[in-house]
């Protein structure tokens, strides 16, 4: 089965998902789905955490000095 295949695949199930249920439901399978799929990636090693972190992490130039700190909260 190739990827166009597959993607069809889901698709066809996401839309069944949504006709018969409703768009909360389906979209709550599609969430679920990829967290298993995170879950199972993560397990054979093919997820690495720390490369996501550097990846969505802020990106600063080098020599900008850090930001500042936030002010302090008033209670």
């Known amino acids: 089965m190739t990827q166009k295949q597959f993607a069809a695949l889901l698709g066809f199930a996401f839309a069944a998902a949504w006709i018969s ?5 389906a979209v709550l399978c599609l969430a679920a789905a990829g967290v298993f799929y995170a879950g199972a990636s993560f397990l054979q090693g093919e997820l ?3 490369e996501l972190q550097d990846r969505f992490a802020p ?3 080098p020599g900008a000095p850090p930001p500042p700190p936030p002010p302090p909260r008033v209670r």
Do not use: C
């Not at 249920?21 to 439901?25: H, L, P, V």
């Open 21 to 25: 249920f409703n768009i909360g439901y």
């Open 48 to 50: 690495d955490l720390g």
């Open 59 to 61: 990106r600063q130039t």
